[in-house]
């Protein structure tokens, strides 16, 4: 690597991956309705929307993640970039859902490529634990915002005039940041070492992507579909072909082969819990940036860019909060982002008592804020937490695997507590009643992440802890 290039210049860059990937994912939450009219879908094809995105997001994550070992990791960046900035343009200019839908899973799919070089930079660049661990509470700012940004700018975008359809906007606006990345990193961010001694695992990768496929698509078009026979029988498939998958990983790392997983990854303890930690929160964090912004447009008659801004001050708040437990937790570990988990369930049961039909501005205000007070102490960190014992040999594939569950772990909150919702919503004609208990749920989420951090070392610094399982 050019030692002359700043690794904070290199962060900044690689930082525009997630950045743009999370904004495209909570973009769509508030728009959907002018997304729908624009052209001219039924409710099935509104959903593959996000479902499509989604699934060639977290289908192709691993691999993403495993190119960047063996290609480099800047390349991969680079032309992730390229075809993500492209399939927004597409999505931007589609005229019927088949085209919007079709372009949706190739942008998630580009965005699987390009994500896992930053977290995998982020491992190579800060070898210093203190360093790490500020550019990781970086790289959560970063996610945190983006979501929070997405929903602002998803409300504004869909709710004003402009010389086009707002909605499309939504993915044009993409292109001079991506052209901005792309020269950025084509000039400034070094390249690291390639691991090319053995082949690459394609029929790995086929393994993989069949069975990401069969879990992730029943769980997001389930229950749209009234939970068909086919939807459970491709859960069971999943669960089959992932038993294969590491037992051929297992097979082929004992023939001397090169496997996409070296599943000497999961014998870390402390990466194996925080997957876990990580399940739960993002689960909850997704599904309630979509519960809260459809209940304050159908729930308290809020038009769509009323309802962005109601998510501005919990991004104020989530970097304040974050810029704080990237110092803290290098301090006082996770009881940081204990405290954050417990803010977060006090906010969830204050909206229960007063998220009603004609509250306040005011009281809408501040629980929203809360929100984001408590997440910003939760959410950086909790990659930090994750990726603290590991070598920087398995950087690459462990940037794979966080992100992939954290993608899936949308899609299980979008899905189970999302399907809950408006099930209720239907069925009890009331759309206070379904967000109280979605909330509740949300609740059960939290406190699950509570309890998985509970087992880990409470001391947090950088990758000096290094428990393996027995």
Same mark, same amino acid.
């Given at each position: 690597m050019?030692?002359?290039?700043?690794?904070?210049?290199?962060?900044?860059?690689?930082?525009? *991956?997630?950045? #743009?990937?999370?904004?495209?994912? $909570?973009? =769509?939450?508030?728009?959907?309705?002018?997304?729908?009219? /624009?052209? !001219?879908?039924?409710?099935?094809?509104?959903?593959?929307?996000? *479902?499509?995105? #989604?699934l060639g997001?977290?289908? $192709?994550? =691993?691999?993403?993640?495993?190119?960047?070992?063996?290609? /480099?990791? !800047?390349?991969?960046?680079?032309?992730?970039?390229?075809?993500?900035?492209?399939f927004s343009c597409l999505c931007g200019l589609s005229q019927t859902p088949f085209q919007l839908n079709l372009m949706?899973?190739?942008?998630?799919?580009?965005?699987?490529?390009?994500?896992?070089?930053?977290?995998?930079?982020?491992?190579?660049?800060?070898?210093?634990p203190k360093e790490r661990s500020k550019a990781i509470g970086w790289f959560g700012i970063t996610l945190g915002l983006a979501s929070i940004?997405?929903?602002?700018?998803?409300?504004y975008f869909s709710g004003g005039q402009f010389f086009v359809a707002g909605w499309r906007l939504i993915f044009l606006i993409n292109l001079p940041i991506g052209i901005l990345s792309l020269l950025a990193a084509h000039f400034y961010l070094p390249e690291?070492?390639?691991?090319?001694?053995?082949?690459?695992?394609?029929?790995?990768?086929?393994?993989?992507?069949?069975?990401?496929?069969?879990?992730?698509?029943?769980?997001?078009?389930?229950?749209?579909?009234?939970?068909?026979?086919?939807?459970?029988?491709?859960?069971?498939?999943?669960?089959?072909?992932?038993?294969?998958?590491?037992?051929?990983?297992?097979?082929?790392?004992?023939?001397g082969q090169s496997p996409l997983i070296d599943n000497d990854l999961f014998g870390f303890k402390d990466f194996n819990i925080g997957l876990w930690?990580?399940?739960?929160?993002?689960?909850?964090h997704t599904c309630y940036l979509l519960l809260s912004a459809v209940f304050l447009q159908n729930g308290l008659g809020l038009s769509p860019l009323t309802a962005g801004l109601y998510f501005v001050?919990?991004?104020?708040?989530?970097?304040?909060?974050?810029?704080?437990?990237s110092k803290l937790t290098s301090r006082y570990g996770t009881a940081v982002l204990q405290i954050g988990i417990v803010i977060i369930l006090a906010t969830f049961g204050?909206?229960?008592?007063?998220?009603?039909?004609?509250?306040?501005?005011?009281?809408?205000?501040?629980?929203?804020?809360?929100?984001?007070?408590?997440?910003?102490?939760?959410?950086?960190s909790l990659l930090n937490v994750t990726l603290r014992s590991l070598p920087p040999a398995f950087a690459g594939t462990a940037a794979g695997v966080y992100s992939t569950v954290q993608q899936t772990a949308s899609a299980l909150g979008i899905c189970l507590i999302g399907g809950l919702y408006f099930y209720l919503a239907d069925e009890m004609h009331s759309v206070q009643l379904a967000y109280h208990y979605g909330l509740a749920a949300l609740m059960c989420c939290g406190v699950l992440t509570s309890i998985t951090l509970f087992r880990l070392p409470r001391v947090v610094q950088g990758n000096t802890v290094a428990q393996v399982a027995e």
């Amino acid at each position: 690597m050019n030692k002359s290039v700043s690794p904070w210049l290199s962060l900044l860059i690689v930082l525009t *991956a997630p950045l #743009l990937s999370v904004i495209d994912i $909570f973009i =769509i939450n508030v728009a959907i309705p002018s997304i729908q009219s /624009g052209i !001219k879908a039924n409710n099935a094809q509104i959903q593959l929307v996000i *479902a499509g995105y #989604l699934l060639g997001y977290a289908s $192709f994550l =691993i691999t993403g993640g495993r190119c960047g070992d063996y290609f /480099g990791r !800047k390349r991969i960046f680079f032309w992730g970039m390229v075809g993500f900035t492209i399939f927004s343009c597409l999505c931007g200019l589609s005229q019927t859902p088949f085209q919007l839908n079709l372009m949706r899973f190739l942008q998630g799919m580009s965005a699987a490529f390009m994500v896992p070089q930053s977290i995998a930079f982020i491992q190579i660049l800060f070898a210093d634990p203190k360093e790490r661990s500020k550019a990781i509470g970086w790289f959560g700012i970063t996610l945190g915002l983006a979501s929070i940004i997405g929903q602002v700018l998803g409300g504004y975008f869909s709710g004003g005039q402009f010389f086009v359809a707002g909605w499309r906007l939504i993915f044009l606006i993409n292109l001079p940041i991506g052209i901005l990345s792309l020269l950025a990193a084509h000039f400034y961010l070094p390249e690291t070492a390639r691991h090319r001694g053995t082949k690459m695992d394609i029929a790995g990768v086929g393994i993989l992507t069949a069975g990401l496929f069969c879990l992730i698509y029943p769980l997001i078009q389930g229950r749209e579909s009234g939970w068909p026979w086919w939807s459970f029988a491709l859960l069971v498939l999943a669960a089959g072909i992932f038993i294969y998958f590491f037992y051929n990983q297992q097979q082929k790392k004992s023939a001397g082969q090169s496997p996409l997983i070296d599943n000497d990854l999961f014998g870390f303890k402390d990466f194996n819990i925080g997957l876990w930690a990580v399940l739960f929160h993002f689960m909850l964090h997704t599904c309630y940036l979509l519960l809260s912004a459809v209940f304050l447009q159908n729930g308290l008659g809020l038009s769509p860019l009323t309802a962005g801004l109601y998510f501005v001050a919990p991004g104020i708040l989530f970097t304040m909060s974050s810029v704080a437990a990237s110092k803290l937790t290098s301090r006082y570990g996770t009881a940081v982002l204990q405290i954050g988990i417990v803010i977060i369930l006090a906010t969830f049961g204050l909206q229960i008592v007063f998220f009603k039909t004609g509250a306040s501005i005011a009281m809408l205000f501040v629980l929203q804020a809360t929100y984001g007070l408590g997440n910003g102490l939760v959410l950086p960190s909790l990659l930090n937490v994750t990726l603290r014992s590991l070598p920087p040999a398995f950087a690459g594939t462990a940037a794979g695997v966080y992100s992939t569950v954290q993608q899936t772990a949308s899609a299980l909150g979008i899905c189970l507590i999302g399907g809950l919702y408006f099930y209720l919503a239907d069925e009890m004609h009331s759309v206070q009643l379904a967000y109280h208990y979605g909330l509740a749920a949300l609740m059960c989420c939290g406190v699950l992440t509570s309890i998985t951090l509970f087992r880990l070392p409470r001391v947090v610094q950088g990758n000096t802890v290094a428990q393996v399982a027995e």
